[in-house]
């Protein structure tokens, strides 16, 4: 298999448990980002700045737009809001890509202490459970016992196939992409691959890992040619109050499905590990959660 990108990360599968019932918003990635980020930060501030600031400019830009070395991807979304009993668990997942996997243990630390903040407006206190290797099976943390073996990094998977003639993509989690400071609602097949090359492209040239740049900018060519035949997408308003900006910021993004036709067979590898990577704005928090099924 002739591959075209690399991108090593290191996946935690997390489960915390609830200590008194709670009513947790319904998409969980904002509330567990900050959470983690404000422990994390008592923990170890080189890790903290590392994951949370790598890249960031001085002064605040909403139009900047970085590329963080994790992701967070919380669990499903219930509507209206996410009724968790005393004693039940919350299973999210949190990858850290290539080089911040040096962190992980700083991450794990901060983990074990999150009971002392809690999660959501309440601050509804939970502990931690397990961590899991969720690429190997291994178990990482559990019962306050590290198992250093389960530290082991994985490599994004690449998927080839031939004859490809066309492709559903099912949008799980609200994709944003902006264009000329407008949120994007009709996704072409130009656009889809060109914020996944650019995505991995960022990724690996921050934080290890290697991309063939000329394929890339060649299946950006070819794009052009997918038509879009069946767009049944709608617009999911969200909305998280940031402390940094004071202010409440728009997350609203689109859910549903798009089915593409044509020569899809060299954007096999692309669509595939997006699927673990994300696409468009606000990955960190798990937006663009993408699932491909070719045809």
């Known amino acids: ?5 690399e991108i090593n990360y290191l996946p935690l599968n997390i489960s915390l448990t609830a200590l008194e019932q709670a009513e947790l918003p319904p998409f969980l990635g904002s509330t567990l980002r900050g959470v983690i980020g ?3 930060l008592r923990i170890d501030k080189e890790a903290s700045a590392y994951l949370y600031r790598n890249g960031e400019k001085p002064s605040l830009d909403t139009n900047q737009v970085i590329t963080k070395p994790y992701m967070i991807i919380p669990p499903e979304i219930s509507v209206p809001q996410t009724i968790v009993p005393q004693g039940e668990k919350i299973n999210f997942e949190f990858l850290l890509f290539g080089n911040a996997s040096k962190y992980a243990s700083s991450l794990i630390l901060a983990l074990e202490h999150i009971q ?3 999660l959501g407006a309440y601050r509804y206190p939970f502990c931690l459970s397990e961590i899991v290797n969720s690429y190997f099976q291994r178990l990482i943390w559990r019962n306050g016992v590290f198992y250093k073996q389960g530290m082991n990094t994985a490599v994004v998977p ?3 196939l031939e004859k490809v003639t066309g492709a559903v993509i099912k949008i799980c989690t609200p994709l ?3 264009h000329g400071g407008k949120m994007v609602k009709s996704i072409s097949f130009e656009t889809l691959i060109r914020n996944i090359t650019n995505r991995i492209k960022m990724i690996t ?3 290890g890992g290697w991309i063939d740049c000329s394929e890339a900018e060649r299946i950006q060519t070819l794009a052009a040619q997918v038509q879009i035949v069946k767009e049944d997408v709608r617009v999911e308003p969200m909305a998280r109050y940031s ?3 004071g202010r409440k910021m728009d997350f609203s993004g689109i859910i549903g499905e798009l089915e593409y036709k044509g020569d899809l067979t060299p954007f096999v590898p692309w669509l595939y590990g997006a ?3 994300h696409v468009g704005r606000n990955t960190t928090f798990g937006m663009g959660k993408i699932q491909v099924y070719f045809i």
């Not at 298999?1 to 990108?5: D, N, R, Y």
């Open 1 to 5: 298999m002739q591959k075209h990108f």
């Open 38 to 40: 404000q422990t994390l």
């Open 116 to 118: 002392h903040f809690g």
């Open 158 to 160: 690449i998927l080839e």
């Open 176 to 178: 944003r992409i902006r």
């Open 205 to 207: 040239e921050r934080y």
């Open 243 to 245: 402390n940094r900006a």
């Open 275 to 277: 699927q673990r990577l």
